[in-house]
C-alpha cells in the first residue's frame, strides 16, 4: 500500500467520540418507515413499491448505531439493499432510499480508517451490482458517484473541521494551565517569601525587642491576609463567567509592591503614558516586575534596597528590577520564576534578561517593544 493509503488504513475513529444516541435518531427511525410507506402508496408507477417500502423501514433502525457502529450498518443496509436489487432486476426508485447517504456519511465522520476504505469499497461494489443489473443511463451513474463522493468528503470535511477544533481547545487548556502556573508563582511565592522574611526577622528580635516581635506579626498577618485574598480573587476568576472576570493587575498597581512591609525596602519609579499599555502586556509587566522583587529578597545578600523601574515610550515598555545586595553568581539559576519571567515577555514579541549587575547586585531587565503586541 502507498503511504497515504497506509495511513488512512492505521487512522483511528473520529475524536472526540461520538454520542451514543440523540433524539434527532429517534425522529428519523420513526419518519423514515412513514415516508417510505406514504411514497409508496402515492407512486405507483415504481415497480416492487411496497417491497421496497417495506425493506426501507425495516433498515431505518440502523440510523441508531450508525456513530458507534458505522461500518457495520453501512454494510447491513447496502447488503440487504443490493441483494433485493439484484433480484428485482432493477435498483431501488422510490426517493427515501436518500437516507443511506446518512449511513455513508457517518462512516467518514465517525468511523477509523479501515472503515472508511471498507465503506467506500462497499459502496462501489454495490452500485457495481445495481449497474450491472439494469444498466443505467451515463447521466445516472455520474450523477450516483458525485452524490456518494460528496457524501463522503462532507463527512471527511466534518471530521477534520471537528478535530482541528479540539487541537485548538486543547492548546488553549494548557495555555492557560500555563498561565495559571505562572500566577500562583508568582502571586503566592511573593507573599510567602515577605512571610517567610518577616518570620526570620522576629525570630532575631524576639529576645530582645518584644515590641518588634508584636510588629513583625503584624506584618506577617497582613502579608497572608494579602494572599488569602489573592488567592480567592485567582478561585474567583476560574469559577467566574467570562463577563465576570476580576481585574487582572497593571501597570498602576506596581507601586504595591513598594508597600510591602518585608525588608529590604523596595522603590518605585513609573514614567511616560501608562494608560496607552494594552492590559495584557501590563498584567505581564506586573508579573515579571513581582517576580523579579520575590527573588531578590530571597537571594540578594545583604540588599537593603530594591529599585523598580518601568519606562513606556514609542518604542514600547522597559522594565528593570535592581536590587543593592553583594556580588552574585555570574550565572543566573534557571528556575520556574525566571523561565516564567521570560516566557511571558517572549509572548508578546519581547525579551526577559537577569544576571550580575555592573559593581554588584542582580538585575532583571525587561523590553516589550509595541511591534510584538500589535502585530
Request: glycine share 8%; aromatic share 6%; with cysteine.
Amino acid at each position: 500500500m502507498t503511504s497515504p493509503v497506509r495511513a488512512l488504513w492505521a487512522a483511528p475513529a473520529a475524536v472526540p467520540a461520538p454520542p451514543r444516541r440523540v433524539w434527532r435518531d429517534w425522529v428519523l427511525v420513526g419518519v423514515i418507515p412513514a415516508l417510505a410507506l406514504v411514497e409508496a402508496s402515492v407512486r405507483t408507477d415504481v415497480p416492487w413499491r411496497w417491497l421496497w417500502a417495506v425493506v426501507l423501514a425495516a433498515l431505518a433502525p440502523t440510523l441508531l448505531w450508525r456513530r458507534s457502529r458505522p461500518f457495520t450498518m453501512l454494510a447491513i443496509a447496502f447488503a440487504v439493499g443490493t441483494t433485493v436489487g439484484v433480484a428485482t432486476a432493477g435498483d431501488p426508485q422510490l426517493y427515501t432510499t436518500a437516507y443511506f447517504l446518512i449511513l455513508l456519511y457517518a462512516v467518514f465522520r465517525w468511523g477509523s480508517g479501515r472503515a472508511m476504505l471498507a465503506g467506500g469499497a462497499l459502496v462501489v461494489i454495490g452500485m457495481l451490482l445495481t449497474f450491472l443489473a439494469t444498466p443505467p443511463e451515463v447521466a445516472d451513474v455520474i450523477g450516483g458517484v458525485a452524490v456518494a463522493v460528496t457524501t463522503a468528503m462532507l463527512g471527511l470535511a466534518v471530521r477534520w473541521r471537528r478535530r482541528a477544533r479540539s487541537r485548538e481547545l486543547e492548546q488553549v487548556r494548557l495555555l492557560e494551565r500555563e498561565q495559571l502556573a505562572r500566577d500562583l508563582h508568582d502571586t503566592v511565592a511573593h507573599h510567602v517569601s515577605a512571610i517567610a522574611i518577616q518570620a526570620q526577622a522576629g525570630s532575631a528580635v524576639a529576645a530582645t525587642d518584644p515590641g518588634a516581635t508584636v510588629r513583625v506579626l503584624q506584618a506577617i498577618e497582613a502579608e497572608a491576609t494579602r494572599t488569602l485574598r489573592e488567592m480567592r480573587a485567582m478561585v474567583g476568576v476560574l469559577r467566574a463567567p467570562d463577563d465576570a472576570l476580576a481585574p487582572t493587575p497593571g501597570l498602576a498597581e506596581i507601586r504595591s509592591l513598594a508597600a510591602d512591609a518585608a525588608a529590604p525596602r523596595v522603590v518605585v519609579t513609573l514614567g511616560g503614558d501608562l494608560d496607552s499599555v494594552p492590559q495584557a502586556v501590563a498584567a505581564a509587566v506586573f508579573r515579571i516586575a513581582q517576580e523579579a522583587v520575590t527573588n531578590a529578597r530571597r537571594h540578594a545578600r545583604g540588599a537593603t534596597r530594591i529599585e523598580v523601574g518601568v519606562e513606556v515610550d514609542v518604542e514600547g515598555v522597559r522594565l528593570e528590577v535592581r536590587d543593592d545586595g553583594g556580588s552574585a553568581a555570574s550565572t543566573p539559576s534557571f528556575g520556574y520564576g525566571i523561565t516564567g519571567m521570560r516566557e511571558r515577555a517572549a509572548l508578546l514579541g519581547g525579551t526577559c534578561e537577569a544576571g550580575p549587575a555592573p559593581g554588584g547586585g542582580w538585575v532583571v531587565t525587561a523590553a516589550l517593544p509595541r511591534a510584538g503586541w500589535t502585530a
